[in-house]
């Protein structure tokens, strides 16, 4: 399939889905306060599951039969889109900083390049790329400071492995969806967020059973709500939208803007923001703008 440019829509639709991912962690922290990371996963992968689900019917889609080889596809696109990487993460970051965690995130770009350079004709990396890619995970390095890319060697590194993992999951998600049989988007969204929901329901039970009791506060379901019908379902059909026609490569930068969201909205919720805050944002926004920029078509001097 041929790359679109992305045009007016498919950076306002990138950046959507900054803000909606960026606000999702805000919306986890109040959910870990009263409900454990599986129970969280497991809601909100069956909201969004329910709601993409009256998607697929109202705009008049159909599912395959359950015999279809793209109920595979749906099953390895819940696993490493959704189901696996939301746990490992709420795991790892019991024991792992923030700060950490975001940095072995800011690789996952560097992951979908490097995939898609192998595995798909269309995604080829080139000397520009990289070079974009390599200055927006600097600008991330510099967000999160040196004190916490330091402390990478000071704290748990199977925790760190699983966050890493996560985000060789993502890549292999944004590296699967461009692989996948041709079906109408909103399918799916529809189909892999079910098979998501699905795969975390037994370590949900599990917690449910071997766990302490839960006693959920008001505001811990209310926030599982959001994270369910926003950064989950909303930003999946977005996502699903756009992601074929402009390619893995350009849905990677999502990874350089959603640190930029964050930091906004630590400021409008009263966060100092620094200077080396300031310098972080413009790098990584270099970092973007050196990703995308086309190079000038090259026409021969003619003389004056």
Not at 22 to 41: E, N, R
Request: with cysteine; proline share 8%.
């Amino acid at each position: 399939m041929t790359r679109e440019d992305p045009g007016v829509k498919g950076w306002g639709a990138l950046g959507l889905l900054a803000l909606l991912w960026g606000g999702a962690f805000a919306f986890i922290a109040v959910a870990v306060d009263t409900l454990p990371p599986s129970i969280i996963v497991l809601s909100r992968l069956t909201l969004a599951a329910v709601v993409l689900t009256a998607w697929v019917f109202y705009r008049r889609r159909r599912f395959p039969p359950l015999r279809d080889v793209r109920w595979l596809w749906f099953l390895g696109l819940g696993l490493a889109g959704n189901a696996l990487p939301f746990l490992l993460i709420a795991i790892g970051q019991k024991t792992v900083p923030s700060g950490i965690a975001g940095i072995l995130m800011g690789m996952m770009p560097l992951t979908v390049i490097a995939a898609a350079h192998f595995l798909l004709p269309n995604e080829r990396l080139t000397a520009r790329k990289g070079l974009g890619f390599v200055i927006g995970f600097s600008g991330i390095v510099i967000l999160m400071g040196p004190a916490a890319l330091k402390g990478m060697l000071e704290v748990d590194f199977l925790a760190q492995l699983l966050i890493f993992i996560a985000t060789l999951c993502y890549a292999a998600n944004a590296v699967m969806y461009q692989a996948a049989p041709e079906t109408p988007p909103s399918v799916i969204a529809a189909g892999s967020m079910i098979c998501a929901a699905v795969l975390s329901l037994p370590v949900a039970i599990y917690d449910l059973v071997a766990g302490p009791p839960i006693s959920p506060s008001l505001p811990s379901i209310l926030a599982v709500i959001a994270l369910g019908l926003l950064p989950t379902a909303l930003a999946t059909i977005v996502y699903m939208t756009i992601a074929r026609k402009v390619g893995a490569a350009f849905i990677a930068l999502i990874n350089y803007m959603v640190p930029v969201v964050a930091a906004i909205i630590g400021l409008l919720r009263g966060e100092e923001m620094t200077l080396t805050t300031l310098i972080a944002l413009c790098v990584i926004l270099l970092g973007v703008y050196v990703a995308r920029r086309k190079p000038k078509p090259y026409s021969p001097r003619t003389g004056a």
